[in-house]
């Protein structure tokens, strides 16, 4: 996993926690989640929620979305302050080598070598987001939440390189997802946010465990199959 700007093997640390776990930069996760399953172009819908800039004027606006550094672990036990208690060490990130490619002859380029690091399979990764809303935007925006969870419970949210080629699947651990809502609007509201992180009125899992994930037109096919020789 990773982006085009850091590496994914990019030390990433948090209070409390030791040095030298493994994490995916928040820039990679917003790009990933902001441009959907299957990578498209974003609407007018989506630039709301993730924000936009149009190239050459002032045109633009904000994220409603913020996608916090998601650090990479062994287990799902979370700190007293909701952090991953076993994050995952820059050893155990798997090192794939690979050389380049001639683009006249289709073979080995000579003298151009490059590696990717890539999260061994079955890794836990401590996802955060934040979404601010208004009154006039929560019921659709609580719609995009349950939609967003739907598609990570299917397994169609892909993050970092090589997503076409098997890589980057994320899987949501139903039993370890909360879902909260805290109002800012009021001064009671806005102290208990700073005071009590992860507090607020959570939404009961009959609330978005049935959710099903949007119809995307791609047919999907699942091979099961094991080598005949080592």
Same mark, same amino acid.
């Given at each position: 996993?990773?982006?085009?700007?850091?590496?994914?093997?990019?030390?990433?640390?948090?209070?409390?926690?030791?040095?030298?776990?493994?994490?995916?930069?928040?820039?990679?996760?917003?790009?990933?989640?902001?441009?959907?399953?299957?990578?498209?172009?974003?609407?007018?819908?989506?630039?709301?929620?993730?924000?936009?800039?149009?190239?050459?004027?002032?045109?633009?606006?904000?994220?409603?979305?913020?996608?916090?550094?998601?650090?990479?672990?062994?287990?799902?036990?979370?700190?007293?302050?909701?952090?991953?208690?076993?994050?995952?060490?820059?050893?155990?990130?798997?090192?794939?080598?690979?050389?380049?490619?001639?683009?006249?002859?289709?073979?080995?380029?000579?003298?151009?070598?490059?590696? =990717?690091? &890539? $999260?061994? /399979?079955?890794?836990? @990764?401590?996802? !955060?987001?934040? *979404?601010?809303?208004? %009154? +006039?935007?929560?019921?659709?925006? =609580?719609? &995009? $939440?349950? /939609?967003?969870?739907? @598609?990570?419970? !299917?397994?169609? *949210?892909?993050?970092? %390189? +090589?997503?076409?080629?098997?890589?980057?699947?994320? $899987?949501?651990?139903?039993?370890?997802?909360?879902?909260?809502?805290?109002?800012?609007?009021?001064?009671?509201?806005?102290?208990?946010?700073?005071?009590?992180?992860?507090?607020?009125?959570?939404?009961?899992?009959?609330?978005?465990?049935?959710?099903?994930?949007?119809?995307?037109?791609?047919?999907?096919?699942?091979?099961?199959?094991?080598?005949?020789?080592?």
């Amino acid at each position: 996993m990773g982006d085009e700007h850091r590496s994914s093997g990019a030390a990433l640390q948090q209070p409390g926690q030791q040095p030298g776990g493994a994490g995916v930069p928040v820039d990679g996760l917003q790009h990933e989640a902001a441009s959907g399953p299957d990578g498209g172009p974003r609407g007018e819908r989506a630039n709301s929620l993730w924000g936009y800039a149009e190239p050459g004027t002032q045109d633009g606006t904000v994220s409603r979305f913020v996608v916090h550094d998601g650090l990479l672990a062994t287990t799902t036990d979370l700190t007293d302050d909701a952090h991953a208690a076993a994050p995952l060490p820059t050893t155990r990130l798997e090192r794939r080598h690979s050389v380049g490619i001639d683009r006249h002859t289709g073979t080995a380029a000579p003298g151009i070598l490059h590696s =990717r690091s &890539v $999260v061994p /399979r079955g890794t836990f @990764l401590r996802l !955060e987001l934040d *979404l601010g809303s208004t %009154a +006039a935007q929560l019921a659709d925006d =609580r719609a &995009v $939440v349950r /939609r967003l969870l739907a @598609l990570l419970r !299917e397994g169609r *949210l892909r993050i970092g %390189a +090589a997503r076409t080629r098997g890589l980057g699947q994320l $899987v949501l651990v139903e039993d370890h997802t909360d879902v909260h809502e805290q109002d800012l609007s009021t001064p009671d509201g806005l102290l208990q946010a700073l005071t009590a992180p992860g507090s607020g009125t959570p939404w009961p899992r009959t609330d978005w465990a049935k959710e099903e994930a949007p119809a995307d037109g791609l047919l999907r096919v699942s091979v099961d199959w094991s080598p005949a020789a080592p």
